[in-house]
């Protein structure tokens, strides 16, 4: 223990303070309970607390103005924290491995969730983010994973890599402040169902709870705990990497002629993927996008097909339905048409009619699909004010 006379040093209680009590040096771990730090105190230093596993309440005074990083590391058995509004910086790491926390009310004065500060706390259930928060760092809720629900205040700008992986969240909201959105904020969130964006985000978007850039060109992340099939919309021409990793109930997936790229590990983990439906040409796939578990089925008559795709076997992809491409719908040489796409060497038979209230059906083209395709025009289409088709076998 420092002497009285010492010059840079000083003690009360038998935690360590610099020499006039303005900093908590260092706070000694045999100590058991609860402990209420002086008021003259402005500062905690670096691992002030760490590592004092019988600690069990802190009471913190408004005076303090920062609380240096892992300054409570592992303070397993601390289950109540007051921080005050005094607080304007929280460091890296503050409260890593407070398995026993609970609840934390963020005062107003803070504006940036380090990174890793509440990272394990297992057994966190409430954060309160105030609007002066502008930034949740990397890993900053990581594998707390008792956390179910979290409001995104307006103030934040952005949420950076990992921020909420590995926790319970079952949706989530992210507000039209948001201009930048780091790598896998979400995952292992095996009960989300939801990643939600407010309207007018300048920078992303969301449909269904999938996570898009803002023009819907480029899937970000597909939320891991939705269920069942899902069909990419048309917008997409890119899917993100890992943008479905760990969708462990993802069964099917349509991908449109759109989408060019594939991201490395796009469905990575996602064990009961068994088919992918392409309705185009081959894209371009990144290294390993696919299980192994997965047969990629593609239409007849697209491109760039072979016996493996990226690594897993393909196979003709027969609908026991006709399929209308995107890529062949609209005016061409001056006539309405559309490609067909259905059974190879299928007789199909297309048929018009101008009012579906009371529809008359005529037939304007017959045609067999000897490659699996047939594209349709209508020479006539200009004649009447409206016009529709369905098509169905001979």
Known sequence: MPQTDNSIYSSSDGVLFNHNRTTLVEYPCGKLGGYVVPNSVTSLEDFAFDSCISLTSITIPNGISRMGHDVFYYCTALTNVTIPDSVTNIGTGTFIGCLNLTSVIIPNGVTSIGLGTFSECSNLTSVIIPNSVSRIGDGAFLYCTALTNITIPNSVTSIEDYAFADTSLTSVTIPNSVTNIGNFPFLGCTNLIAINVETNDPAYSSVSGVLFNQSQTTLIAYPEGKVGSYSIPNSVTSIGYDAFEGCTSLTSITIPSSVTNIGSYAFGGCNSLTSVYFQGNTPEPDLSAFPGNVTAYYLPGTTGWDSTFDGIPTALWTLPYPLILNNGLGVRSNQFGFTISWATNLPVVVEAA??????????????TLSGGTFYF??????????????????
């Not at 009447?384 to 001979?394: K, W």
Request: glycine share 4%.
């Open 354 to 367: 101008i009012d579906l209230g009371n529809p008359i059906w005529s037939p304007v083209a017959t045609n």
């Open 377 to 394: 025009s209508d020479p006539l289409w200009t004649k009447y004010p409206s016009r529709f088709y369905q098509v169905r076998s001979q």
